[in-house]
């Protein structure tokens, strides 16, 4: 059995680092070592940064984005053109694409992927709230950007029937040869996804 050498403070930090997604025990440990030795240039701070987002962070009720108020920064931004909704699987995504800043539409964050073999069914999902926000009205386009998973396609479907019905164009993501990529490189799934959503030149 091996022999603990830090005291059980430092072992939670090291405990609760380990649950962080990227993070396994060994790279919590470093972490933990390296936050603990510069004390009061980043644990100090950054317990004040987390403890205030604790305190401050509230999900959006409409979109499901994560904010400090609730509508969120992107539901009040009046410059967005609302008329346009990508549905996300996760705020990561909604982040990603802000970065790539490639449209200026609002969002809709699922919370997840229909996963019958994990449990994950749609009442676990915020479907019911986006079909409730299209059926509201003043919806013109539905951009379903999940991943191009199982879980995701069977997502999209699962929305796509749910919305039948409902006068809104829903459009997806376009799947297939990657910018800068190399056709060599590239597995048999993507290229047969690239040819079948080839477009016009």
């Not at 205030?52 to 409409?62: F, G, L, P, Q, Y």
């Not at 998973?149 to 993501?173: C, F, M, N």
Request: charged content about 25%; proline content about 4%.
């Amino acid at each position: 059995m091996a022999k603990r050498v830090t005291g059980p403070e430092i072992e939670k930090l090291i405990q609760l680092l380990a649950k962080v997604p990227g993070l396994g025990p060994r790279s919590a440990r470093r972490a933990a070592l390296h936050l603990v030795k510069k004390k009061d240039q980043l644990l100090g701070p950054l317990a004040d940064a987390m403890g205030e987002a604790h305190r401050k962070v509230r999900i959006c009720s409409c979109c499901g984005n994560v904010d400090t108020s609730d509508p969120c920064t992107v539901c009040t931004d009046v410059r967005r053109d609302h008329a346009v909704i990508i549905v996300v699987e996760d705020v990561s995504d909604l982040w990603a694409l802000e970065r790539a800043g490639a449209m200026n539409a609002a969002y809709h964050v699922l919370g997840g992927t229909l996963s019958p073999l994990d449990g994950v069914g749609p009442d676990d999902l915020n479907i019911r709230g986006l079909v409730d926000r299209v059926a509201k009205g003043g919806v013109r386009e539905l951009i379903i950007a999940v991943n191009a998973t199982v879980e995701g396609q069977t997502t999209a479907h699962y929305i796509t029937d749910q919305l039948s019905g409902l006068e809104v164009k829903i459009t997806r993501l376009a799947h297939g040869v990657p910018v800068g990529g190399e056709l060599d490189y590239l597995d048999e799934g993507t290229l047969t996804a690239a040819l079948r959503a080839r477009t016009a030149i």
